[in-house]
Structures are given as structure tokens and as C-alpha cells.
């Protein structure tokens, strides 16, 4: 492995092991098989556990980091029992058109990347899944739109990630009683603020 690739892994792993238990507990919760993340920077935990991961980032460190394809291979495989998995790197910016085929994906996964949902939700199938979280206000964005319904939500504890479907209409209940509207939300760029939060929620395509 280069030392370049172990470095970036190690900054981005430094919580070691959280993004795996966080997609663990995604994995346990859902049928998934392919997989798309923009804005995914090096974050390569999803292939510990999915077997067909496509990363989108328009960093110019992420084409290095996934040109030594043996050592990207390296950290996932300690991390899996088999081999059977294919890691698929796009160096782009996701707002522009992508290679992937609209409604391909069963997972489409939206974290600390601005508005992945309003620009590749046409590549997830419908009755898949979106995670997202609201860091810049893009769970907030899935909320109100209508191609989605409100299927989940994970919790974080002591680094432990659990997924929960039950008692959902408690969320995105803004503390300020304002509307939520995508220009709204668009310009804040982060979190609306809610009465009660998650870390991430999860959002079923439904049209
Ligand atoms: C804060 S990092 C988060 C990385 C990863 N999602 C994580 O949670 O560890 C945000 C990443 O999104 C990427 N990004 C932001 N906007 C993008 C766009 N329009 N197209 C591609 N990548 C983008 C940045 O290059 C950066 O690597």
C-alpha cells in the first residue's frame, strides 16, 4: 500500500472503525447491493460491507487515494470474510452528469456533502433507500421532497449506531416556527434546527 493511501485512511478512519459500525447498522436494517456515494471523499467503510460501492468526490487527493486499487483493496478486504466486491471510484462533481444509469442503486448515501439528494436521486431505484443526514441541511432538503416518504431514522450512542422505525412523527419539527421550503433550506446550508434529532435518517424512494 502507498503511504499516501494509508495516511488519507487513517485521517479519515481516525474515529476508528464508526463509519463501519454506522453502515453496519444500515446494512442490518435494509436489503442493499449497489451503492452510490457522492461526495464520499476517501470514505471507503461502505465497501467493508456493501459489495458494489460506486464514490463520487471532486477532490483532486481522490483520484490518487483510489489509483493504488491494491491498497484500497487492502483495507476493505481486512474488514470482510470474502472477496466478492468491486469498488467503483468517479472522480467528478456530482451536480454534472454521472455515468450510472438513472434508478440503479438500492443505496444512495448523502453525509457532510451539500445537496446530494436534489442532484442523485435519479440514480436511486425507486423503493430504495436514501441515508442523509442534516450536517448541511440535506435530510431537511429530503424532508420535503416528494419523491420521498420518511422511513427511518439512526441513532448514535457511546459510538454505537442503531436504526429505528418506530415514533417518527416527532422529526423535522422546527424549534422556530417557520415554513420549510427548498429556498429556505438551500440558503441556510445546514440544519433548520428540529425539536428532536438524529444523527442520520433514512428516506424511501417512493416516486
Ligand atoms: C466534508 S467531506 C465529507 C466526506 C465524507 N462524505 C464523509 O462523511 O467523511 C465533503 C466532500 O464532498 C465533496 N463534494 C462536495 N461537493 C461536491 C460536488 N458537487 N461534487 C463532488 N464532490 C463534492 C468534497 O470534495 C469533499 O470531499
Known amino acids: 500500500m502507498d503511504d499516501a493511501t494509508a495516511k488519507l485512511w487513517a485521517t479519515q478512519d481516525r474515529h476508528v472503525g464508526d463509519r463501519e459500525r454506522l453502515f453496519r447498522a444500515v446494512a442490518d436494517a ?4 449497489t451503492v ?10 461502505p465497501s467493508m460491507i456493501f459489495d458494489h460501492v460506486t464514490y463520487v468526490d471532486n477532490d483532486k487527493r481522490f483520484p490518487k487515494f483510489f489509483s493504488d486499487q491494491a491498497g484500497v483493496r487492502e483495507i476493505i478486504s481486512a474488514q470482510r470474510d470474502d472477496d466478492n466486491f468491486d469498488v467503483n471510484p468517479i472522480h467528478a462533481d456530482y451536480t454534472t ?5 438513472d434508478e440503479a442503486v438500492d443505496l444512495l448515501i448523502s453525509l457532510y456533502a451539500g445537496f446530494v439528494s436534489e ?18 441541511g440535506d435530510a ?7 419523491r420521498y416518504e420518511f422511513t427511518g431514522v439512526i441513532t448514535s450512542r457511546d459510538s454505537h449506531y442503531r436504526f429505528g422505525a418506530a415514533t417518527l412523527g416527532g422529526y423535522f419539527i422546527p424549534k422556530r416556527d417557520e415554513p420549510i421550503t427548498v ?12 425539536t428532536k434529532s438524529a444523527f442520520a435518517y433514512l428516506f424511501t424512494r417512493t416516486s
Open 30 to 33: 435494509l436489503d442493499v447491493d
Open 36 to 45: 452510490l456515494y457522492p461526495g464520499s471523499y476517501v470514505d471507503i467503510a
Open 97 to 101: 452528469d454521472l455515468p450510472i444509469k
Open 119 to 136: 442532484h442523485c436521486t435519479r440514480y436511486l431505484k425507486v423503493g430504495g433507500t436514501l441515508l442523509v443526514n442534516d450536517s448541511h
Open 140 to 146: 431537511s432538503m429530503a424532508s420535503i421532497d416528494e
Open 183 to 194: 429556498e429556505r433550506v438551500r440558503d441556510l446550508g445546514r440544519t433548520i434546527g428540529y
